[in-house]
């Protein structure tokens, strides 16, 4: 889906005179995880294909990034916490204390949508509290 959108939107931004792609991985796509291999290697792809487009489409001035947000508070976290015992694990896998909000990534994706970030390409950003720091 990331590969397709991304192809129908090359030709448009191009004829804008450029801009910014933001693709959302996860942090299993850096560090991966047991028992979700297909979904950690999908998100792995994704940092390739970051690198790949950022190379290909940076003559056009469109710039390619990443985010791969942390455990984040959101619909798609909510049915797998049993309990609260989902939360309870991955916050204490988080050096912040606590669980992302949507804003956080938000707040990532504008900044490398933005002209603070016009001179970056091709990299990823972990929006995860700092869960990966010590992983």
């Given at each position: 889906g990331v590969f397709r959108?991304?192809?129908?939107?090359?030709?448009?931004?191009?004829?804008?005179?450029?801009?910014?792609?933001?693709?959302?991985?996860?942090?299993?796509?850096?560090?991966?995880?047991?028992?979700?291999?297909?979904?950690?290697?999908?998100?792995t792809g994704l940092l390739?294909?970051?690198?790949?487009?950022?190379?290909?489409?940076?003559?056009?001035?469109?710039?390619?990034?990443?985010?791969?947000?942390?455990?984040?508070?959101?619909?798609?976290?909510?049915?797998?916490d049993f309990e609260g015992?989902?939360?309870?694990?991955?916050?204490?896998?988080?050096?912040?204390?606590?669980?992302?909000?949507?804003?956080?990534?938000?707040?990532?994706?504008?900044?490398?949508?933005?002209?603070?970030?016009?001179?970056?390409?091709?990299?990823?950003?972990?929006?995860?509290?700092?869960?990966?720091?010590?992983?």
């Amino acid at each position: 889906g990331v590969f397709r959108t991304a192809k129908a939107a090359i030709p448009l931004i191009t004829r804008s005179g450029g801009g910014a792609l933001v693709f959302t991985s996860s942090v299993e796509g850096l560090v991966g995880s047991a028992m979700i291999p297909a979904y950690c290697s999908a998100k792995t792809g994704l940092l390739g294909l970051c690198r790949s487009v950022a190379h290909e489409c940076g003559p056009a001035g469109i710039r390619v990034n990443c985010v791969n947000p942390g455990f984040i508070d959101s619909p798609m976290t909510r049915p797998l916490d049993f309990e609260g015992s989902m939360t309870t694990y991955m916050v204490g896998r988080t050096p912040m204390g606590r669980a992302g909000q949507p804003e956080d990534v938000a707040g990532a994706v504008a900044f490398l949508c933005s002209d603070d970030a016009s001179y970056v390409s091709g990299q990823w950003l972990a929006v995860d509290g700092g869960m990966t720091s010590i992983r």
